[in-house]
């Protein structure tokens, strides 16, 4: 069974650093993966897909790496600013079933002033 | 751009009500899934649907039913709710397998 694990849990930065958000997973055998920022009460928007062939993800100041083989991904945020202020999800596409994702618990994060 | 629209947002139940949540999505996506979401349990799919006119359950699928009404909506009934099915729900879309998922805006449902 797929499992998804999310570290750290929380994270608090001040404006300006960079940093990087983990994401690993137990099988390597996904079509790809698909990291998610979640706003308080609010639903998941999708940030970046990594396809299984692909190494990388660029959109802005966020890049997304994924090594398939040891089962890991990063989410990279350049320059945080306190807009950034959110739960980051990442969620993998198993391969061999039938569309559904297998999400992590997620990494909480604060950029203060 | 409305993508996934869900329907309600916020609901109240009795133990024993049912109810029916609704889902519809406008991107003429083929599959359409069910997630709750819980504290500390992350997001955990409940049924989806591969196309239209296909449903299969999930991870959590006891004590509901779903049903593909046509390729723009996917609604998640509750027969008899109970306390355990309090949380978040969210509906999501895709064009297949292999592309990007869109969700809703999730509706919280209290069971009391």
């Known amino acids: 069974k797929q499992e998804v694990t999310q570290i750290p849990a929380a994270l608090s930065v001040p404006e300006g650093e960079n940093l990087v958000l983990n994401c690993s997973f137990t099988?390597?055998?996904?079509?790809?993966l698909q990291w998610f920022r979640q706003d308080p009460g609010k639903g998941l928007t999708s940030l970046l897909l990594i396809q299984s062939s692909q190494r990388e993800q660029t959109s802005g100041r966020l890049n997304a790496s994924l090594d398939k083989s040891s089962g890991r991904s990063t989410l990279y945020i350049a320059a945080s600013q306190p807009g950034d202020s959110a739960t980051y999800l990442c969620a993998v596409r198993p391969a061999g079933t039938a569309s559904k994702l297998t999400f992590g618990t997620g990494t909480r994060l604060q950029v203060t002033l | 751009n409305a993508g996934v629209t869900q329907t309600p947002k916020f609901q109240v139940l009795k133990t024993g009500q049912s109810m029916t949540l609704q889902c519809a999505q406008d991107m003429n996506h083929n599959s359409m899934y069910w997630y709750r979401q819980d504290p500390g349990m992350g997001l955990r799919l409940i049924y989806y649907s591969a196309s239209e006119g296909t449903t299969d359950k999930g991870e959590v699928p006891n004590g509901y039913n779903v049903s593909r009404l046509n390729k723009r909506e996917f609604s998640l009934r509750l027969e008899s709710a109970a306390p355990s099915q309090t949380s978040v729900y969210f509906c999501?879309?895709?064009?297949?397998?292999?592309?990007?998922?869109?969700f809703g805006q999730g509706t919280r449902l209290t069971v009391v």
């Open positions: 099988d390597s055998a996904i079509y790809n």
């Open positions: 999501a879309s895709s064009v297949g397998r292999n592309t990007e998922a869109f």
